[in-house]
């Protein structure tokens, strides 16, 4: 949900800008938020589902999508389950702002060692 | 679950003391890692069972009990959520090994202003 | 730094829109980062320096300024000190792409209940 | 700093087990704060330092001393920095009540493929 009432603060960025603007600070928190987080098969979804529900709510955000892939943690520990890093992350985020969506991505590149942050696509 | 193999950095403590010590660990965990989630009515169930899953995970912890009460949150902003606070949470939080089984708690109490964390009761 | 790396991935932006981008990600981690943290009076300047310097190693940000303002805190606790809280951040981060350089800042305004991020200049 | 105000919560556990109890607290909570901050070799002691203020100012804490350690981050990513890991840490947590001390210890074993919180010794 947007709020009317911060609008006044917005005014010197276009609606294309903030859909952007919006995706982007969700998809930096959403990292910070959960990385180490304790995870393993049977506890994935339920933590897909808050990731996803809990995201949702912040500013302009219409859609999350999350995707945890265990092929890039590291194997587990001892104690059967890992702590979630960025590599294993893939997530969509729908912003969108006046009529204007972006899509944000986040996906680990192995040619950057980095889980990076792009705009997949944007009206 | 309690892992065989790491029973050796433990002979300077009693069963009785790794219980306290596991749960002590799993309740700093908990709180450190879920403050400031984004949460509303509509996602406070994903969230409190994306906790209880997670740090069910830990070594030697049997059970996580989560409840999030909006009562302490101070109000909702004008997006409707609040971000997470110490002041929502009641938490217990099981643990045991070799038979011997603690309850940590986790609550806020108003005259310390502080979600205060000790053992509840302990085998 | 930015990286010359990864700029396949943002033909679709304009450097403009590079630059609020990694300046509103910067801002979306910092405050899932480190909300939560213990602070105090004695402790608030070495928070302050290592959300500095750590924000300032994400790629396209030039400098963060942070200020934590104990007056938003809602007083200590028993133990004389408070977890910190997006009430208390007033931050700046400058973030630049292909010369284009957007100021965003977060801070907390009372009309909303929030702390705000919004884009505070861009060229 | 310990509180007197809190005693009454603790009268079912020994001066010992309040030690250790408290000190497992302050390591599951360094952990789950910190874990994810981007880090590089410019910005490690401005890091370390805030771990261990903050950390220290947690009830009944003593002292923290902090090593974050390059070795185990598995090399840096395309933007010249890593983000903080359990692998990295190297952590001692002081802890005491009533005149007995306990130390808390987090480091990484290979064998355990984990980063093990135990009590290095206690009086």
Redesign the interface.
């Known amino acids: 949900?947007c709020?009317g009432?911060?609008e006044k603060?917005?005014k010197?960025?276009s609606p294309?800008?903030r859909a952007?603007?919006?995706?982007?600070?969700?998809?930096?928190?959403?990292?910070?938020?959960?990385?180490?987080?304790?995870?393993?098969e049977?506890?994935v979804k339920?933590?897909e589902?808050?990731?996803?529900?809990?995201?949702?709510?912040?500013?302009c955000i219409d859609a999350v999508e999350v995707n945890i892939d265990f092929g890039n943690s590291g194997?587990?520990?001892?104690?059967?389950?890992v702590?979630l890093?960025?590599e294993m992350l893939d997530i969509k985020v729908v912003s969108s702002y006046q009529g204007v969506r972006a899509v944000t991505r986040m996906r680990y590149y192995e040619?950057?060692?980095?889980p990076?942050?792009?705009?997949e696509?944007?009206d």
Chains 1, 2, 3, 4 share one sequence.
């Open positions: 949900m709020s009432k911060d603060y917005f010197n960025i294309r800008e952007i603007f919006e995706g982007a600070i969700t998809m930096g928190a959403l990292f910070h938020q959960f990385i180490g987080t304790p995870v393993s049977s506890s339920s933590l589902q808050a990731i996803k529900e809990s995201m949702e709510l912040q500013p194997g587990g520990n001892e104690y059967e389950y702590s890093t960025g040619e950057l060692n980095y990076l942050m792009y705009v696509s944007v």
